[in-house]
């Protein structure tokens, strides 16, 4: 038979992507501390989102405490039970939830290398500004979130990015065929 050859592998990423701190508990780039700070503050956004959320809609579902409820109400002075009333209380939900919503995306996908996040970053603070309709507990979240997509502006963070740019390879090649494509039989089968 011959000599036994070695197998031919790959070596490991810290290796074969030199530069790039990998994390030997993940495999993936070493998340930089700035970076999880902003992704803190933007976590802590959408829980304190969530629970102004659940203050505003437990004071609508009392009718001693319907009328100021939220600022949405407030301004709107719709009749207990009437149908502005379920549409106010429905956009306070909305509300409620796309503030909640916002400053997660940003930070799910700052944790990932995404450099959008930034975009999403401040597309959750203008629509944590939404917050004003509810309560004063919604005032904090836009507030964090700005605090967190200052973060991910960064140098750490920026290079955090440059990591996973080439940690995923960049854009892929795409490949042209070297010959024309035949479609139905082939020519040497006829």
Request: charged fraction near 10%; glycine fraction near 8%.
């Amino acid at each position: 038979m011959g000599q036994p050859q070695e197998i031919a592998t790959l070596p490991p990423l810290d290796e074969l992507e030199a530069g790039i701190p990998i994390s030997q508990n993940t495999g993936q780039p070493r998340r930089a501390k700035v970076m999880v700070a902003a992704n803190v503050l933007f976590y802590l956004a959408s829980v304190v989102s969530a629970v102004a959320l659940a203050w505003s809609w437990w004071t609508a579902i009392h009718m001693a405490t319907f009328a100021h409820s939220s600022k949405l109400v407030e301004l709107w002075q719709p009749r207990p039970g009437g149908w502005r009333s379920v549409v106010a209380v429905t956009l306070m939900c909305v509300i409620g939830a796309v503030m909640t919503a916002a400053p997660a995306v940003a930070a799910l996908n700052s944790w990932n290398g995404h450099r959008w996040s930034r975009i999403a970053g401040l597309v959750a603070v203008l629509l944590g500004c939404l917050g004003y309709l509810l309560n004063p507990i919604a005032w904090a979240p836009p507030v964090l979130s700005l605090v967190g997509t200052v973060l991910l502006w960064t140098a750490p963070v920026t290079r955090y990015f440059g990591h996973w740019d080439r940690f995923r390879g960049g854009d892929p090649v795409p490949l042209a065929p070297d010959e024309p494509v035949v479609y139905g039989p082939l020519p040497r089968y006829l």
